[in-house]
């Protein structure tokens, strides 16, 4: 179906709403948003016109307030969106992608981010819980649970967020316990045996101690159906359990403790269709592939796994005189219990990919990280308040991950073929460098069973300050400035394989000078501020600067063989802004929007090669550059007559090439052979002014909502929206066989509240149209594969009762 089905959806939704209006009209119900003749309170508006309160500069201010381009939800604003999952705000939130592979999140925000996976490679949009940086580890839960608000704050926000942040941030706020006894229970269920809940409850227990607890479970059926051997797994699952305890010490000083655990079940994103096997493994003839992209695989071996998560920690606030103090430490831990990768992606046994805690090896795929910040905030009664605001504060961070080991199993000879004599001077250089040390040849008539360990190392320092001064009652001056000193390094690399006795053998291969990486990195951040009306009006520009830490590969599977066991550089992003956030026809429309320019030097890309020495082997562009405008509105077109309509949209448009990629990497669409990479890769090709991959030039969404209230105790709400996206190449390369078309998705929902119950119903459908779209790409050696994404057709009921 084309785009006009999908417009037709929003439409009906409008008349669905106006039908019900005219219905309470003609009914003689009170008047839409007033109080009944008892005197009651009245009742609740639609739950989109909420107004956030955020805290992108460590204080509470109003959205309208910040110099930085903001899409911010709250609890409600969410629910009324349907919003449930991270993947879920990528579709509110145009510039914002989220795609995965091999479980990892790859999140892309106004062009900047990378491609780049696995162990040791941190995200370029962190996550931030509670204002705890997340883990960038391999199957961190994409559910949301329980949480106060998001904030999705675009730009580089190196300043107060620290490294990483170069695209942006998304930070978490999860509620605080407090002195009431209050919570919720929110069940679902629907077709594809979908069903799943979120529990609250917020107990005083004192007057100076009070906890609150949550919970969530979902869980549907496998949207996949395989016509090999292979397992997948029968569920995709994803629950969760928080709990936070505060304690009120004194008047003035404040401890906040808190746990939680999670635990996913999915497909990993390694559940692959090879539709064109590289000649390699003989092409078309020689493997059973898939003839169609579909909901169909053919995997002779399992894909899938499964990965648990922890954090805990606390909060030390102190409410001084003349400023707000906080201690925050967290302790995190994310293991892969089970992974599994048919890596050829075909139904012959090739080479398949196993971590987590499995086989003969006891292998073991994890990542763990502790932090501590500790921030001082300007309060009313700091000196000189009327004419500055600040935040300054120390951070800490020290992290251990990688895998010990992951495992491959290669079929008999597909190192042979993946190994060619090297300029006709070396053949099979593992055999040879084997043979001298009087051990067996392992490319040879028999599979093999080859395990990589590899752990990265990291620990930092930071400060950081960031005052903004009022220069006058309109004209305000933010500066922010953030040092950081890191020590990072290369842990255990070496890789192994099993003898038919099942005795490791470690494999005598170069593993390069492993230098230690000590970067010392400044970020900054510059913003004008002016607000020529009113409050709610505000033009400024802005220049920031942000670094995204230099690393290593962490899985060499041939070592140092081909010397790209290298480290990667630093990479460096500098964009300029000019934004305006205003409120016009006497508040009927909020409008935000910005146009910015982001040069980056030396970003970080990634391709799949065996014969490079890696798997995820990693590299450094020489530059990119981003041109873009994006922004957002909510609109009340009839505030007198029917102020329970609200209109949303927002929108992104993003040039954004390399400048210099000289030393491209990637696969021959013709013949599947590799090249870049070094080793027994072709030679490199310039990919220079290719787009960067996984970002649409173009997004937008349009929404529409309409609550009616009957009476004091009754109201429908009714929404539909719509998502469309350019589509994007998964490589730089910009090869057919890894893109993905443009995208229309749109979802509906009907809310019914009882207010005296605070109960409400709601009925949801998402993807109507059941698109069928690429989720991933992977291209290798062996192939281009590609996934489906797993957002089917969903349609269900869902409940929700407050208490």
Not at 500 to 505: L, P, S
């Amino acid at each position: 179906m084309k785009r006009e089905v999908t417009v037709a959806v929003l439409l009906s939704a409008i008349s669905a709403g106006w039908s019900a209006a005219v219905l309470a009209q003609a009914e003689k119900a009170v008047p839409l948003n007033s109080a009944n003749q008892s005197g009651s309170a009245a009742p609740k508006k639609n739950r989109l016109l909420e107004e956030v309160v955020v805290t992108a500069q460590k204080r509470e201010e109003r959205l309208q307030d910040v110099p930085i381009a903001i899409q911010a939800f709250s609890r409600e604003k969410m629910e009324a969106l349907g919003i449930q999952t991270v993947q879920d705000i990528q579709l509110a939130t145009p510039g914002f992608t989220v795609t995965n592979a091999a479980g990892f999140n790859i999140t892309f925000l106004r062009g900047v981010g990378s491609d780049a996976f696995l162990p040791g490679v941190d995200s370029s949009v962190p996550f931030y819980l509670d204002s705890v940086p997340l883990l960038a580890g391999q199957g961190t839960s994409d559910a949301l649970g329980r949480v106060e608000r998001v904030e999705v704050l675009k730009g580089p926000q190196g300043t107060l967020f620290g490294r990483n942040a170069t695209g942006g941030a998304i930070s978490i706020v999860t509620p605080d316990p407090d002195q009431e006894f209050y919570g919720d229970l929110k069940l679902e269920g629907g077709n594809h045996d979908m069903y799943g809940g979120t529990g609250f409850i917020n107990v005083p227990i004192t007057d100076g101690i009070a906890f609150n607890a949550s919970a969530f479970h979902s869980r549907r059926d496998q949207f996949l159906s395989n016509n090999s051997t292979g397992r997948l797994p029968p569920y995709l699952e994803s629950k969760g359990q928080r709990i936070k305890v505060r304690f009120d010490l004194t008047d003035t000083l404040f401890l906040t403790v808190h746990a939680s655990k999670q635990f996913i079940t999915s497909n990993c994103a390694l559940a692959f269709q090879n539709l064109k096997p590289a000649v390699i493994i003989g092409g078309d003839a020689a493997v059973d592939k898939d003839e169609r992209f579909d909901r169909t695989v053919t995997l002779d071996g399992d894909a899938g796994c499964e990965n648990e998560n922890y954090m805990f920690g606390g909060t030390l606030e102190w409410d001084a005189e003349y400023f707000t103090s906080k201690l925050i430490t967290s302790r995190q831990k994310v293991t892969a219990h089970r992974v599994d990768g048919p890596f050829d992606g075909t139904g012959v046994a090739i080479a398949d990919a196993h971590g987590g805690r499995q086989g003969e090896f006891g292998s073991d795929n994890y990542i763990e990280q502790d932090t501590a910040e500790l921030q001082f905030v300007s309060n009313e009664n700091s000196p000189y308040a009327q004419y500055v605001d600040w935040a300054a504060g120390f951070f800490y961070l020290k992290s251990l991950g990688g895998f010990r080991p992951i495992v491959f199993n290669v079929a008999p000879n597909i190192l042979n073929e993946l190994l060619p004599s090297i300029g006709g001077a070396v053949t099979n250089p593992l055999n040879e460098i084997l043979a001298t040390l009087n051990l067996p040849p392992i490319l040879g008539e028999t599979g093999v069973q080859l395990a990589n360990y590899g752990l990265m190392y990291s620990e930092s320092f930071s400060v950081y300050a960031q005052p903004t001064f009022h220069l006058t009652d309109t004209l305000d001056l933010t500066t922010g400035v953030r040092y950081q000193n890191e020590v990072r390094e290369l842990e255990g690399s070496r890789t192994s394989y099993l003898l038919d006795d099942g005795t490791e053998v470690e494999l005598p291969l170069p593993q390069g000078a492993q230098e230690q990486l000590t970067p010392e990195q400044v970020s900054l951040r510059f913003a004008l501020q002016w607000r020529p009306f009113d409050d709610d009006t505000q033009i400024y520009t802005s220049w920031a600067r942000g670094w995204k830490n230099p690393t290593y590969n962490t899985v060499n599977l041939l070592g140092d063989l081909f010397g790209t066991m290298v480290a990667l550089e630093a990479e460096r992003v500098d964009t300029t802004e000019l934004g305006i956030k205003t409120k016009l026809f006497d508040n009927a429309l909020s409008l935000n929007g910005a146009i910015f320019y982001t040069e980056q030097k030396d970003p970080l890309v990634s391709n799949v090669s065996i014969p490079s020495g890696g798997v995820a082997n990693f590299t450094n562009a020489g530059g990119a550059r981003i041109t873009g405008v994006d922004g957002d509105f909510l609109w009340v077109p009839l505030q007198e007559s029917n102020p329970g309509l609200v209109v949303t949209g927002a929108f992104s448009y993003l040039d954004a090439f390399f400048t210099d990629f000289k030393n491209g990497r990637g696969y021959d669409d013709d013949t599947g052979l590799g090249f870049g990479n070094g080793g027994a890769n072709l030679p490199p090709r310039d990919l220079s002014g290719n787009r960067i991959p996984r970002v649409p030039k173009f997004e937008y969404n349009l929404g529409v909502s309409q609550r009616i209230d009957f009476n004091i105790d009754h109201a429908v709400e009714v929404g539909a929206d719509m998502s469309y996206s350019s589509g994007f190449f998964f490589l730089a390369q910009e090869s057919e066989l890894s893109k993905r078309e443009e995208l229309y998705l749109a979802n509906a929902r009907m809310s019914y509240f009882y207010q005296p119950w605070d109960f409400e119903l709601t009925a949801f459908v998402n993807n109507i149209e059941d698109k069928l779209y690429v989720d991933n790409a992977f291209v290798t050696d062996f192939g281009s594969a590609v996934m489906a994404n797993d957002n089917v057709r969903l349609y269900g009921l869902r409940a929700k009762v407050s208490f």
